[in-house]
């Protein structure tokens, strides 16, 4: 058995400690772990999409003209013709924003959020009917991204207490008008399973979790199952409102499950968006639902848009490579090539996000 020398300069210790590895390995810290594959299996590293693509999940992650000219860069270095962008915002800040993306590029389409400032007034909704509508002659495209991760949609971002969950009748106006306008609406609904789990042993998410972990204790918070139940009774309340839930739903975890909501429900779409890592562990069964439901799933990133973020998700949509991993990825499981046909590929990348967006107002 091999030991290593350590000295300990602590207040007390006056000579070497020999430390095991055993002993070494009960003090190592998840933060600072960081596994290199040991495996010598061919690699594949794609430096753009096989075929055009349609980033159908962007925000404004660029904030002046020089870093969006950048971002265009990027996007043409990537084979990507379009990217969505939510910004959650109305009024003057969705006009800044919607002048600044698109006076810069046509590769932008710019989509804005609701105004549930006076949700509890009594000129609800008509104040938010009357801006939303001003907000599509604009030019917004789309309403997104909304969110509930349990405790319903924020009044504001920054806002720390119960808001309203989207089956809330006070949404039914709203929603029901973005149909007739031919505006879809993209929903975050909850988090990763792992993020409601208990933080403990048996969590094997607990390397993410520990920062995005969801308090179920929180006083009207509602746990996944809760979140996604109230989203599926707005989206069968409003049948001629397109719908894009983001993320899978949340629940790559179950897709029995989340295959039979999409059945019940021809007006909800899917995005892929920040899922990669998620769903690439299970590849195989990944793979059969893309396959399956390759008519309503629509390519996103919802990252920074760097390059190498990029070439990240062509990697484990588009190749097999086995037991890798990436830069800067949250969790600290190997990654899996999912290796999609390039029929799927050419869907989910573009035919899917071109056919929802040309259908708009139809």
């Not at 000219?69 to 924003?97: Q, S």
């Not at 793979?287 to 190498?308: A, C, H, M, S």
Request: hydrophobic content about 35%.
């Amino acid at each position: 058995m091999k030991w290593t020398i350590c000295l300990l300069l602590a207040a007390g210790c006056s000579g070497p400690k020999i430390v095991s590895p055993q002993d070494m390995a009960d003090t190592l810290k998840l933060k600072d772990y960081e596994p290199v594959s040991v495996f010598r299996l061919e690699e594949h590293h794609p430096s753009a999409a096989k075929f055009s693509a349609i980033d159908f999940h962007s925000h404004a992650y660029r904030k002046d003209e020089a870093g969006i000219r950048e971002w265009v860069k990027i996007l043409d270095d990537n084979n990507i013709e379009k990217v969505i962008v939510y910004t959650y915002a109305f009024g003057e800040e969705f006009d800044r924003l919607y002048d600044l993306f698109t006076g810069i590029s046509d590769k932008f389409e710019v989509w804005c959020g609701l105004d549930m400032t006076q949700w509890d007034q009594p000129e609800f909704p008509d104040c938010a009917l009357k801006e939303l509508e001003r907000c599509h002659d604009k030019g917004a495209g789309g309403v997104g991204e909304l969110s509930d991760k349990g405790m319903g949609e924020r009044i504001s971002r920054s806002v720390r207490e119960p808001g309203l969950h989207f089956n809330d009748p006070k949404f039914d106006a709203l929603f029901e008008k973005c149909g007739e306008l031919g505006m879809p609406v993209t929903i975050h609904n909850g988090d990763p399973i792992w993020m409601y789990e208990p933080l403990d042993a048996h969590n094997d998410g607990y390397m993410n979790a520990k920062e995005w972990w969801i308090d179920l204790s929180t006083p009207g918070m509602l746990d996944l199952d809760g979140v996604v139940e109230a989203f599926e009774e707005c989206v069968a309340r409003h049948p001629n409102t397109t719908f894009i839930a983001c993320h899978l739903i949340n629940i790559n975890h179950d897709y029995a499950r989340l295959g039979a909501i999409m059945d019940r429900h021809p007006n909800l779409w899917i995005d892929i968006s920040a899922r990669h890592q998620e769903t690439c562990i299970t590849p195989r069964a990944t793979k059969r639902f893309y396959e399956t439901y390759q008519d309503r799933i629509l390519f996103g990133t919802d990252n920074d848009p760097v390059t190498e973020m990029y070439h990240d998700q062509w990697r484990i949509l588009e190749t097999e490579d086995e037991h890798f991993y990436l830069k800067d990825q949250s969790y600290h499981w190997p990654m899996q090539g999912i290796g999609l046909s390039d029929g799927v590929l050419q869907k989910i990348y573009h035919d899917n996000a071109a056919r929802l967006l040309s259908s708009r107002g139809q």
